[in-house]
């Protein structure tokens, strides 16, 4: 388990906040410039806070009180950057050996036989840094942070510098280490696609502060991470899975607890589980269905409560998840929407956004 609480200062920029993870995997997540690099440096000891704790498996790495700063090398924390930071002098098998072999044996976790097969750099192994392209270096500077032995990984934007090909080639290898060998991870990035992939447990950052922690569906609803989510479209989050194709008519269903729902054609095969965002702006509110129109999807479900923002109001309806819809104050008025009642909710198939795999 990783706990913090610590403040520490670069410059003009602040970053305060509090974390406490005890999941196997998971995420930072914020727009870029909030804070999340610096924090995973201070983690890994590049950066010395200004006050506060940081501890692994209840271990102090630092204590500002206690006077504590444990050198990088003996934090057993495994950092791997955007950029891939091999050595370029080095062959693929030399950079991954590197911090290996200057372990005891007894704290020697991994294999490098195991690890050169999980990632499938084998045959990269005489190659310079050079000759590699930016998913080979990443995968490279995966293994041998892999290969140091830690009890922590943390991953910095790992995938930043790739293009989307590229990235759809390393995540099925992240989740791989994921899934083999019992390590836990902090993955950073501002793409939630991302993260969503390796897992749904994340802290949510934005301006040097850690604005709230859990299950993302969960959290991204709270006061203080609302506005971050509408400013991103982040609003309503659904784990859906892939039903059926319409190819001819570009349409894809999917399902979740126990409802349908008509979305663009997806590439996904069917019972393939994928993340699903709608903005609260493009969800309307209806007290019967809706006859002669072209938005395809209508659900049932039940208000639990509107909150009033500016000369907005925020519904949140129960419709087998809890999903939020923006309207006006007018639109309340006129229809008398009130907590515990039944209403629709409306929205386009092109109104929602798919996140990714999950």
């Keep these: 388990m990783l706990a913090l609480d610590l403040e520490l200062r670069q410059g003009s920029f602040t970053l305060e906040g509090q974390l406490t993870l005890e999941q196997p995997?998971?995420?930072?997540?914020?727009?870029?410039?909030?804070?999340?690099?610096?924090?995973?440096?201070?983690?890994?000891?590049l950066i010395r806070p200004r006050a506060g704790y940081i501890r692994l498996d209840g271990a102090p790495l630092f204590d500002a009180r206690r006077g504590i700063d444990v050198p990088p090398h003996r934090r057993r924390v495994g950092l791997v950057f955007q950029d891939s930071q091999l050595f370029p002098h080095l062959s693929v098998e030399a950079n991954l050996l590197y911090g290996f072999t200057l372990l005891p044996l007894t704290e020697r976790r991994f294999a490098p036989a195991r690890?050169?097969?999980?990632?499938?750099i084998g045959h990269l192994s005489r190659r310079r840094p050079r000759?590699?392209?930016?998913?080979?270096?990443?995968r490279v500077a995966l293994g041998r942070a892999l290969l140091s032995s830690?009890?922590?990984?943390?991953?910095?934007e790992p995938l930043a510098a790739l293009d989307e090909g590229r990235k759809q080639q390393i995540l099925p290898f992240l989740r791989r280490v994921r899934d083999e060998l019992n390590l836990p991870m902090l993955y950073?990035?501002?793409?939630?696609?991302?993260?969503?992939?390796?897992?749904?447990?994340?802290?949510v950052m934005d301006r040097g502060r850690i604005l709230g922690q859990g299950l993302f569906s969960e959290v991204i609803r709270q006061d203080s991470i609302l506005g971050l989510a509408r400013s991103l479209g982040l609003e309503n989050v659904l784990r859906v899975t892939v039903e059926r194709h319409e190819p001819e008519i570009g349409s894809t269903t999917v399902r979740y607890d126990g409802h349908e729902l008509h979305l663009p054609l997806s590439a996904l095969p069917p019972g393939a589980a994928t993340w699903?965002?709608?903005?609260?702006?493009?969800?309307?509110?209806?007290?019967?269905?809706?006859?002669?129109?072209?938005i395809q999807n209508q659900v049932l479900g039940r208000l639990l409560g509107l909150r009033r923002i500016g000369d907005r109001v925020l519904a949140e309806v129960d419709?087998?998840?809890p999903i939020l819809a923006e309207v006006t104050v007018k639109a309340v008025r006129d229809l008398d929407l009130r907590e515990g009642e039944t209403v629709y909710c409306l929205f386009k198939a092109r109104a929602w956004q798919y996140l990714g795999a999950a």
Excluded: M, W
Excluded at 25 to 45: D, E, H, N, Q, Y
Excluded at 131 to 138: A, I, K, V, Y
Excluded at 276 to 293: F, K
């Design 276 to 294: 699903i965002a709608l903005r609260a702006a493009d969800v309307a509110l209806a007290r019967q269905p809706v006859a002669g129109i072209t």
């Design 319 to 321: 419709i087998g998840v």
């Design 150 to 156: 830690p009890c922590l990984l943390l991953l910095d």
């Design 188 to 203: 950073v990035s501002h793409a939630i696609n991302e993260i969503l992939y390796l897992t749904p447990h994340l802290a």
């Design 131 to 138: 000759h590699l392209s930016g998913g080979e270096r990443q």
């Design 115 to 120: 690890i050169v097969e999980l990632l499938d």
């Design 25 to 45: 995997v998971s995420g930072l997540f914020g727009p870029s410039g909030c804070g999340k690099s610096t924090l995973l440096r201070a983690i890994a000891g």
